[in-house]
C-alpha cells in the first residue's frame, strides 16, 4: 500500500489543522493505521492509531482531548483533526499503516507502510 498525507502547514498556537493519507489499492479497510511524528533532533513518537474498523482508537497523552484520529474506507482516508495546537506539536506528522492487526497500535514497529510525511509548524 502506498500511502500519501496532506494537509499540514504553519498555524499560530491555539488554531486548528486536519492531516489527511490517502491510501492507494483496494485493501485500505484491512490495516489498523496510525499517525506518528517527529520532531527535530527526536526520535519518531507515537500520536494516535485506529483501527480498521474504527472500533478501537487510542491517542497519545499529550494530544489527548485536542487530537482526533478517525477513517472513511469508503474514501481510502485516513484522517488527524488537530484542535488547540501548541509549539510543541510542530514536527513531521507521518500516516502508516499495518497488516497486523494483534499488535499494539502504539508500537511503532507494528506499523509496515508509512507515507512521506507532512510539516506541522505552530507559532506561539
Known amino acids: 500500500v502506498q500511502l500519501q498525507a496532506s494537509g499540514g502547514g504553519l498555524v499560530q498556537a491555539g488554531g486548528s489543522l486536519r492531516l489527511s493519507c490517502v491510501a492507494s489499492?483496494?485493501?485500505?479497510?484491512?490495516?489498523?493505521m496510525g499517525w506518528f511524528r517527529q520532531a527535530p533532533g527526536k526520535e519518531r513518537e507515537f500520536v494516535a492509531g485506529i483501527s480498521r474498523s474504527d472500533a478501537n482508537t487510542v491517542h497519545a497523552d499529550s494530544v489527548k482531548g485536542r487530537f482526533t484520529i478517525s477513517r472513511d474506507n469508503a474514501k481510502n482516508t485516513l484522517y488527524l483533526q488537530m484542535n488547540n495546537l501548541k509549539p510543541e506539536d510542530t514536527a513531521v506528522y507521518y500516516c502508516a499503516s499495518a497488516r497486523d492487526l494483534r499488535s499494539p497500535l502504539r508500537d511503532r514497529s507494528t506499523y509496515d507502510y508509512w507515507g512521506q510525511g507532512t510539516q506541522v509548524t505552530v507559532s506561539s
Open positions: 489499492g483496494r485493501t485500505f479497510s484491512s490495516y489498523n
